[in-house]
T-cell receptor
């Protein structure tokens, strides 16, 4: 069965600093990979997704993620964090069927001025 | 285009009470789903629907019922609320054209407390 781990429960970064959020998955084949963001009191919004091809994918709000098959990872990065990036970030893994999208436990990001 | 809407935003119930969480989407999406979000556990799928008249169970279906009489609406019913159902509930929809590849669009959530 597939699973998703996000090793960091909470991360605090200074505004303007770089950011990397970690995501590891367990699945026998190449999965579909997603990053969603949840702002306080809001629903989830898709940041980016990977299905195939170029392993570095660009998303909205200046985020990017890199798929590394050898490490079963799909880490999210941003070169310079803004205060508005403070939110909860969820990595998710999908397979062929709709009901098998699995969400990780989330990483809460705080940004200090 | 309102996207996915959910009502109510907040609800407090007593143990044993029943209620229905409403979800509607105006994107003509075939797939709709209900998730619950609990601290440290991410989102867990309760029930989902791949089209009007078709529903199925997700990971944590016990204590919840659903029906899908129209493409737009997908209500979630709690027949006899329990404190373990205290959670934040999200409804999501997707086009249904690519299965596990689909982007899901989420509603703003309903925060439910069962006393």
């Amino acid at each position: 069965a597939q699973s998703v781990t996000q090793p960091d429960i909470h991360i605090t970064v200074s505004e303007g600093a770089s950011l990397e959020l970690r995501c590891n998955y367990s699945y026998g084949a190449t999965p579909y990979l997603f990053w969603y963001v949840q702002s306080p009191g809001q629903g989830l919004q898709l940041l980016l997704k990977y299905f195939s091809g170029d392993t570095l994918v660009q998303g909205i709000k200046g985020f990017e993620a890199e798929f590394k098959r050898s490490q079963s990872s799909f880490n999210l990065r941003k070169p310079s964090v803004h205060w508005s990036d403070a939110a909860e970030y969820f990595c998710a893994v999908g397979v062929t069927s709709y009901d098998k999208v699995i969400f990780g436990p989330g990483t809460s990001l705080s940004v200090i001025p | 285009n309102a996207g996915v809407t959910q009502t109510p935003k907040f609800q407090v119930l007593k143990t044993g009470q029943s209620m229905t969480l409403q979800c509607a989407q105006d994107m003509n999406h075939e797939y709709m789903s209900w998730y619950r979000q609990d601290p440290g556990m991410g989102l867990r799928l309760i029930h989902y629907s791949v089209g009007a008249g078709i529903t199925d169970q997700g990971e944590v279906p016990n204590g919840y019922n659903v029906s899908r009489s129209t493409t737009e609406d997908f209500p979630l019913r709690l027949l006899s609320a329990a404190p373990s159902q205290t959670s934040v509930y999200f409804c999501a929809s997707s086009s249904g054209t690519s299965g596990g590849q689909d982007t899901q669009y989420f509603g703003p959530g309903t925060r439910l407390t069962v006393l």
